[in-house]
């Protein structure tokens, strides 16, 4: 049972409890009801909507001073789908009226969308039902690990507050899990905004482990590359590399491809057919 009347908003994110990004999305929500903190123990990015068996699931209570304010939040031992369940079901126990992942460090945008934790968890909280917003900052791939101090969140704060309102007092259509938000790093309050789709285009690519560091293990890194004109122009990572306005992508955990299932029934049929003369 919720305990008042207020918009109970679960937060979360992937880029672990001690996230500037997080302490920004907390304090910007705050106005709009009670923001209860789960959060990954540690950093979570790239864990997608993973759930590892070998997570340990302990849920860790904190008392953190954020801006002379007390917060009572919680630590999971886990990824960040993990810790939206831990939260929804063992911290709250009922059902929030609204999921927020982030802030997160970067932009996710493009074809590696499912590989974030941010959209991973915000896609978790929308397969049951929740309205679900996930919001990330762009900035330099130096900078996605290292929770830097430097990373000014107030606009992607506000932007998260404004889309969070949003999803507070309007029914999403049917097919729409996520309201995914991606605000340029030179963004300001009065940046436009433009709805998009997901860019079907690579831009975080994979490189093998720099020898120089590796010293035995292998762990891949990446790095972003942006096609001269190869983003889709109504695309998320063309308006927030090319046009610099926030990008907001309704998200579907529907993954079938938008074919005519009876012509594609009909092509593997043909295709087996030939196979077999």
């Known amino acids: ?13 992937d880029d672990s409890i001690d996230s500037p990004g997080l302490w920004a999305a ?7 009801g009670f923001v209860h903190v789960v959060a990954p123990r540690v950093q979570q990015t790239s864990m997608g909507r993973a759930l590892p068996r070998e997570s340990d699931g302990i849920i860790e209570p904190r008392a953190l001073t954020v801006n002379g304010k007390e917060w009572q939040v919680y630590a999971v031992g886990g990824s960040p789908a993990q810790a939206f369940l831990h939260g929804y079901y063992e911290v709250l126990g009922f059902k929030p009226d609204l999921v927020v992942s982030g802030i997160n460090y970067g932009e996710n945008v493009a074809s590696g969308i499912t590989i974030s934790g941010t959209v991973g968890a915000a896609l978790e909280a929308a397969t049951l039902g929740i309205p679900a917003l996930a919001v990330s900052l762009e900035t330099p791939v130096s900078q996605h690990f290292n929770l830097s101090p430097d990373v000014d969140f107030s606009v992607a704060g506000y932007f998260t507050r404004y889309f969070a309102e949003k999803l507070l007092n309007i029914e999403m259509p049917f097919d729409v899990g996520v309201l995914k938000v991606d605000v340029p790093n030179d963004a300001t309050p009065e940046t436009p905004w433009m709805v998009t789709r997901q860019s079907r285009t690579r831009y975080f690519y994979p490189l093998p482990a720099d020898p120089e560091v590796a010293q035995g293990s292998r762990k891949l890194r990446y790095e972003v590359r942006l096609e001269q004109d190869g983003a889709e122009p109504d695309s998320d990572l063309h308006v927030v590399k090319t046009d610099r306005k926030v990008s907001v992508t309704p998200l579907s955990f529907d993954l079938t491809a938008r074919v005519d299932l009876g012509d594609f029934a009909k092509l593997l049929q043909e295709n087996y057919k030939q196979t077999k003369a």
Do not use: V
């Open 26 to 32: 907390a304090e910007a929500l705050a106005p709009l």
């Open 1 to 13: 049972m919720k305990p008042n009347k207020k918009p109970q908003i679960l937060l979360t994110n």
